[in-house]
Nanobody
Framework: QVQLVESGGGLVQAGGSLRLSCAAS????????MGWFRQAPGKEREFVAA????????DYANAVKGRFTISKDNAKNTMFLQMNSLKPEDTAVYYC????????????WGRGTQVTVSS
């Protein structure tokens, strides 16, 4: 099992930037995919970005492509989400998650960090 703790959320004006971090402990997260998800009030949780194990191939939701960048530091067991050009519609609780290598779904989740973008 992997324990995940998000940090870096906060209140920012539209057009601003935030950098989220996800610290992992337990089983090393280099042997699996990592992802960011978000959930806005009254909406379902949605995929934001993912980074693969090893060399770290990346994938992004269309809504954040070109504005957000996912990265990780395997040596520090930490994943990041750099969020630029933030919009009010990016307001949500952001969660990081771990998917074991070869597994079909994300099995471990953090408790989330709130991101609020004011217009």
């Amino acid at each position: 099992q992997v324990q995940l703790v998000e940090s870096g959320g906060g209140l920012v004006q539209a057009g601003g930037s935030l950098r989220l971090s996800c610290a992992a402990s337990g089983r090393t997260f280099s042997f699996g995919d990592m992802g960011w998800f978000r959930q806005a009030p009254g909406k379902e949780r949605e995929f934001v970005a993912a980074i693969g194990w090893g060399a770290g191939s990346t994938d992004y939701a269309n809504a954040v492509k070109g504005r957000f960048t996912i990265s990780k530091d395997n040596a520090k067991n930490t994943m990041f989400l750099q969020m630029n050009s933030l919009k009010p519609e990016d307001t949500a609780v952001y969660y990081c998650a771990f998917k074991p290598l070869g597994g079909p779904k994300y099995t471990d989740w953090g408790r989330g960090t709130q991101v609020t973008v004011s217009s």
